[in-house]
């Protein structure tokens, strides 16, 4: 069974970054499409950033420019680099894996932009 751990969440003030890392394990990650959540409280998960097995990025319109998805097939890890960080990017952020009808989740890292 695969599973998914994310890890650097924190907090940061505005205008700070972070990076956001999801390791994958049980034969999860070569093939599949990679992907970013965000749930802030009292919303609804919305996609933050996808990427494909062969590097495709899609992002959400109000991170591009300052958030980075990329992946390591070496380690089975996909990364978020974070900057420019604003208040209203304050959310638990999950990292998914998806590949046909199969999907895995993780189990959310905190990310707090407050000053």
């Known amino acids: 069974q695969g599973q998914l751990v994310e890890s650097g969440g924190g907090l940061v003030q505005p205008g700070g970054s972070l990076r956001l890392s999801c390791a994958a394990s049980?034969?999860?990650?070569?093939?599949?499409?990679m992907g970013w959540y965000r749930q802030a409280p009292e919303k609804q998960r919305e996609l933050v950033a996808t990427?494909?097995?062969?590097?495709?990025?899609n992002y959400l319109d109000s991170v591009k420019g300052r958030f980075t998805i990329s992946r390591d097939n070496a380690k089975n890890t996909v990364y978020l680099q974070m900057n420019g960080l604003k208040t209203e990017d304050t959310a638990v952020y999950y990292c998914?894996?998806?590949?046909?009808?199969?999907?895995?989740w993780g189990q959310g890292t905190q990310v707090t932009v407050s000053s």
């Open positions: 049980g034969n999860i990650f070569g093939i599949y499409t």
């Open positions: 990427i494909t097995s062969r590097g495709t990025t």
């Open positions: 998914k894996a998806q590949r046909a009808t199969v999907t895995y």
